[in-house]
């Protein structure tokens, strides 16, 4: 079976947009809080530029108003492309995981 499509990093990124569309700001906070993803502004969106040349997330911006200015606010969701690449890469772990359990069982 060949390796999967997502690095650790880009699936945690998608598994995060499953449910919907994130703000940057949101994801990255979403990435600090739930997986320990600690860096810099650029490197977060280096990060996301990547996967959308990849073709696993779209981006758009939006004007969001913020007190008495608006501010454009760069919005992620996942692609057709991103949703199969995410089920190729639970399935690649999901089917490791179950070889290596059952091989420590012996059967």
Do not use: C
């Not at 990255?28 to 650029?42: D, I, M």
């Amino acid at each position: 079976m060949p390796l999967p499509p997502l690095t650790a990093l880009n699936f945690a990124v998608i598994t995060e947009l499953v449910t919907g569309k994130k703000a940057g700001r949101d994801l990255r906070e979403a990435l600090r809080v739930k997986h320990g993803y600690r860096r810099s502004f650029p490197a977060f969106y280096q990060l996301m530029s990547r996967l959308e040349e990849q073709g696993f997330v779209r981006g758009e911006y939006f004007n969001v108003p913020i007190g008495d200015q608006e501010v454009r606010e760069r919005r992620y969701a996942i692609s057709g492309k991103g949703t199969d690449a995410w089920n190729e890469t639970r399935a690649f772990y999901a089917t490791q995981a179950l070889d290596a359990g059952m091989a420590a069982e012996g059967v």
